[in-house]
């Protein structure tokens, strides 16, 4: 059992390659999308953009490749391809577990930078629907990972002060935006991460 500090009062979870092991299957969905509008994405500029919604991936891809895209259809067109292959992703258990042994015990959180239909449906896919007390995507912020805001709305939806936040992340994107709002993080990348406390 991953052992939490008693001065945590909430627990932030990512949910893309944080709560399920999705990033291969998101890949696969932009790389679909991508391949249609003849533009070329790497695994490599993938990974690295994580934690960043579809919108503003669509628009950067388009500006690099000097390609006029319209950002919501080319974004709703990875989103549907990722949805058709969702049975593919499962959950990432040494996490789920985690939100399983807070449940009741803190106030717990998602906060992503995917589109909420998408999150609801994975959360729904993995057995966590309605486990949460609330749930940040990338429409109930402005400014997104690795800026702060949407970890300081799911605290302030909390109703937990963010330096009593513990956020749960997979990318450097969100990494950033955890130190950035005051709060300590795991990186769930890291092996050992599930033996230690903090």
Known sequence: MYEISD????????????????????????????????????????YAMGGMPSDKIVATMGAENGKQLNV????????????????????LETVVEVAKQEKGRRKIAVASGGFRWVIDRQLAHIGLADWFDAIVTAEDTERHKPEPDVFLEAARQLGVPADKCLVFEDSELGLEAARRAGMDAVDVRQPMWGSSSV
Not at 16 to 23: A, E, F, I, V, Y
Not at 72 to 91: G, T
Request: aromatic share 12%; with cysteine; proline share 5%.
């Open 72 to 91: 919501d259809e080319v974004a709703h067109e990875k989103e549907s391809n990722f949805v058709e292959l969702l049975h593919q992703v499962p959950p």
């Open 7 to 46: 001065d945590v009062l909430g627990v932030i979870f990512d949910c893309d390659g944080t709560l399920t092991d999705s990033m291969p299957v998101h890949y696969l969905s932009w790389k679909q999308a991508f391949d249609a509008h003849g533009i070329e994405f790497t695994e490599q500029r993938f």
